[in-house]
């Protein structure tokens, strides 16, 4: 769904004015120098001219966790007028880590890399880099080497701390459990019928070894593909302290290039992951 921008919201165009600073295209610096790298490679962005895309897909009972995750559960504690006249809601929720947009903190796979609330913003806020292989995206593909090659080869070079996004397909298969993971089923059963594409090991270690991303976010629910059972990928990832973004939603609304992420987690003290809220900003 695309968001108005906010040239279009009363009283939002003089605070979009003053503009924002993100990270320029290198590659994240380390946390003991990221203030002062952040301001010495800054680009500004007027947020008036160009679009916001919600890249978030809504946590509701339906939400898609992995299968032997427990699901999002939203309880009523309050709803109503109250005694003194006022309107009044309030709601309890719960959910695992790993379910709906979220993150992957890279210690989920890799133990003393950062976890969900030491993961500089460098890393969670950049310059996109789309690679749409859903024209050729099967139940078991893997993102391999050549199709980044190809991506590069028509829009040069991914820039050094983008946050690299693949467009499999799968987002429009969101509401559909079974479309999506291959599977209704649930429990420890249902992990060797999952079917959905990821990246290829072997992409993630040229990536790594070759190019400087600051993230990985992706349309379906891993990194690694439904049937990998050695999570290769989320391993070679982690261990660099690569974070992944993974069910992100409206993938196809971006251009290839020339927009910039905003991913957002919940600040979990020492978690391997988090709920998500991620967007775009992006030129008209």
């Known amino acids: 769904m695309r968001m108005k921008p906010l040239r ?19 590659a994240p610096a380390p946390a003991d120098s990221a203030s002062a790298d952040l301001a010495a490679s800054a680009t500004t962005i007027d947020l008036a001219h160009g ?41 309890d929720y719960a959910a695992a880590e790993h379910g709906g947009t979220h993150l992957d903190a890279p210690a989920h796979f890799a133990e003393g890399r950062h976890s969900a609330d030491r993961i500089p ?6 310059p996109a880099v789309v690679i749409d292989v859903s024209a050729r995206a099967s139940a078991d593909y893997q993102v391999s080497v050549s199709d980044i090659e190809a991506w590069e080869a028509e829009h040069g070079r991914i820039p050094d701390g983008a946050i690299l996004l693949l467009r499999t397909g799968w987002g429009g298969r969101y509401g ?7 599977t209704e089923q649930t429990g420890p059963d249902a992990v060797p019928l999952l079917h959905f594409p990821g990246l290829h090991p072997e ?11 600051a993230a ?16 290769e990928s989320h391993v070679i990832l982690y261990s660099e302290n690569v974070p992944g973004f993974e069910n992100v939603a409206n993938l196809d609304a971006l251009p ?16 391997s992951g988090a709920p998500l809220r991620i967007v775009a900003w992006r030129r008209r």
Not at 9 to 21: E, S, T, Y
Not at 55 to 73: D, K, M, Q
Not at 204 to 211: C, E, K, S, T
């Open 121 to 126: 913003l460098e890393r969670l806020i950049g």
């Open 256 to 271: 290839p290039t020339g927009s910039i992420v905003f991913a957002l987690p919940m600040k979990i003290e020492g978690g």
């Open 216 to 231: 990985v976010g992706i349309d379906t629910p891993s990194i690694d593909y439904g049937q990998s059972s050695t999570f």
């Open 176 to 182: 559909d459990r079974a479309a999506y993971l291959g």
């Open 203 to 213: 992409t993630a270690r040229w990536l790594v070894g070759n190019r400087a991303i």
């Open 8 to 26: 279009d919201a009363p009283a939002a165009a003089a605070l979009v004015a003053a503009a924002v600073l993100v990270p320029s295209c290198r």
């Open 51 to 91: 679009a916001w895309i919600d890249l978030t897909h809504a946590f509701n009972e339906s939400s898609i966790y992995w299968p032997t995750a427990s699901g999002f559960r939203l309880d009523t504690v309050a709803w109503g007028r109250t005694d003194a006249g006022y309107f009044y809601a309030a709601f």
